[in-house]
């Protein structure tokens, strides 16, 4: 095959994996990525419809890119919105296939057959092109989920969960290493439940401990564990392995009881007991989770339940979601108790409350020298990361004298604090502390 492929790539890092598979099939292929929609031949929307926003979004893109398409262009949607409505995505005029979720198989198909190869090109390996910078990488450790909790569209997108077996996972981590990855990013809808459904049975704290034991790999993270299935087994491991960073990305979604006892979500007194565990095992752990507000049934009385446990200022980072009903989902059916203004607010008191916690935090690190992986060149200086700060959604470190370090793990010592954002000075120029 032999395309100009303009490519929108939509959603969270489990989507980005699937677009990185993608380009494993068309950039070996043959085909070359394109800046500009005008110049291409191939549109490619990968979508996100895991919230109503979400699939706005979605939408806009795939209607903007149909109403500008010119003559002899084809425009390929793929992932979870077409997957989640096909009736209404067959009523779209200009789009020329609609794909479901793990689409590179089939997007590669639809381009061979409309564009053939015109010039020597190596074969499609299928080997995914990443999209993430040289020094960090996504590994998805298993897709799909078994939870069901009441509002999410997820189990019936990408069906059961399903671990890729820790042999796969290790050497598709090797061989990230070999191309330069000194960070390695562990992500799954829940991946505190990897291994349970391998024969034989696996778990997350064996694939830990056999990434570990690669060489090269400097920072270890794990995002998206689920409450129930963090054991202590797995604590020990973190706690064992230096190259594993101390953060945890738990997304809780709420703490009152009878809230979550309708989302079909652990209790609050589950919750707290693995909070205490984690910070008992991990001293100084960073912290992330997410919650959504103004969920059926969420009362005055329970919102401040929710703000008063944020308010223990137990976490460094807070994302926040106002609840939107989806069809199909059992919460998707009861009726919407609060108003979208009142969850916008809701959601403004949570986010001002933890830029308070946030602030604190941050203060507390003036003074100290952590390592800090060099991401960008950015407005201002160098931005990096802290190993409590996860790509893509944490905040970031602008530090000076870091020019020329990009890609590489130095001590920087912390200079100043803003309410997310910190600022830091490099103190030796000598690469790869980690
Ligand atoms: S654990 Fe996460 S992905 Fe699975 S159903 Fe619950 S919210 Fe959805």
Known sequence: MSARVHLVSLGCAKNQVDTEAILGRLLPGGCVLCATAHAADVLLVNTCAFIRAAEDESWRHIRALARAKRTGQKLIVCGCLPARHQAAAARVRGVDAWLGVRAAAGVAACVQQWFPLTHAAAPANGVPIRMTPRHSAYLRIADGCDHHCAFCTIPSLRGRYTSVPLQTLVGDARRMLAEGVRELNLIAQDTSGYGRDLRPRRSLAELLTALCALPGLAWLRVQYLYPASVTDELLAVMAREPAICHYIDMPLQHINDGLLRHMRRPGRAMTERVLAAIRARLPGVALRTTFIVGYPGET??????????????????????????????????????????????????????????????NCAQIGTVMP????RNAPGGMHGRRRADAPDVDNCVHVRGARHLGGQIVPVRITRAEPYDLHGQVVARRANTV
């Open 372 to 375: 800090v992986i060099i991401e």
């Open 300 to 361: 005055p009385a329970v919102f401040r339940e929710l703000c008063d446990f944020v308010q223990t200022g137990m976490f460094q980072h807070v994302g926040v979601f106002p609840y939107s009903a989806e069809p199909g989902t059992p919460a998707g059916a009861l009726p919407d108790t609060v108003s979208p203004r009142e969850k916008q607010r809701r959601r403004a008191v949570i986010l001002r409350l933890q830029q308070r916690i946030a602030y604190q935090h």
